[in-house]
T-cell receptor
Framework: EDQVTQSPEALRLQEGESSSLNCSYTVSGLRGLFWYRQDPGKGPEFLFTLYSAGEEKEKERLKATLTKKESFLHITAPKPEDSATYLCAVRGLMDSSYKLIFGSGTRLLVRP | GAVVSQHPSWVICKSGTSVKIECRSLDFQATTMFWYRQFPKQSLMLMATSNEGSKATYEQGVEKDKFLINHASLTLSTLTVTSAHPEDSSFYIC????????????FGNGTRLTVT
């Protein structure tokens, strides 16, 4: 069964304190891994898509990496505005209906 | 800017009434849209796939007679929660892909439904 596990559930950082969020996945062949940011009371906002192990994507203070079993979202020198829930989702190779499997997210709080 | 628009952003209704939620793709056509449900501090769960011009595909355990989906045009899908009960209170989010095959889903801003 396809599964996505994110850790930690919650993370508190001081402004400028870099850290990483983990997304471990089990899927019968990976078609794509997606990272989203979700603010309270809002829908998820797309950040990155990763397709194959070794791939990396960057956007401002965020960098996503991918291995065959997990993905990391590295946050460098975070600011309070980076506070949000970060969601990871995967799509398996066998999926023909675009059914994403989401993790339960990591709630990030960056204190000034 | 936003590529998927959802309305209303919140709604309160009485038990037994029906509520309609609209999802529109902005400046692109979406033959397929996806409806998710999210409980507090939990993951997004796919409820159904909305197909333009044909019946929606529902995930296991989702009552199709309770959650009516209509995809009447290439830019509009609606979800109607019929005879709502307090346990239907949740955050409903729609999404659509702009592009082909493995392009990412773009989500609306969600609808907070509270049934009293």
């Amino acid at each position: 069964e396809d599964q996505v596990t994110q850790s930690p559930e919650a993370l508190r950082l001081q402004e400028g304190e870099s850290s990483s969020l983990n997304c471990s996945y089990t899927v019968s062949g990976l078609r794509g891994l997606f990272w989203y940011r979700q603010d309270p009371g809002k829908g998820p906002e797309f950040l990155f898509t990763l397709y194959s192990a070794g791939e990396e994507k960057e956007k401002e203070r965020l960098k996503a990496t991918l291995t065959k079993k997990e993905s990391f979202l590295h946050i460098t020198a975070p600011k309070p505005e980076d506070s949000a829930t970060y969601l990871c989702a995967v799509r398996g190779l066998m999926d023909s209906s675009y059914k994403l499997i989401f993790g339960s997210g990591t709630r990030l709080l960056v204190r000034p | 800017g936003a590529v998927v628009s959802q309305h209303p952003s919140w709604v309160i209704c009485k038990s037994g009434t029906s509520v309609k939620i609209e999802c529109r793709s902005l400046d692109f056509q979406a033959t397929t849209m996806f409806w998710y449900r999210q409980f507090p501090k939990q993951s997004l769960m796919l409820m159904a796939t909305s197909n333009e011009g044909s019946k929606a595909t529902y995930e296991q355990g989702v009552e199709k007679d309770k959650f009516l989906i209509n995809h009447a045009s290439l830019t509009l899908s609606t979800l109607t929660v019929t005879s709502a009960h307090p346990e239907d209170s949740s955050f409903y989010i729609c999404s659509a892909r702009r592009g082909r095959d493995n392009s990412p889903l773009h989500f609306g801003n969600g609808t907070r439904l509270t049934v009293t």
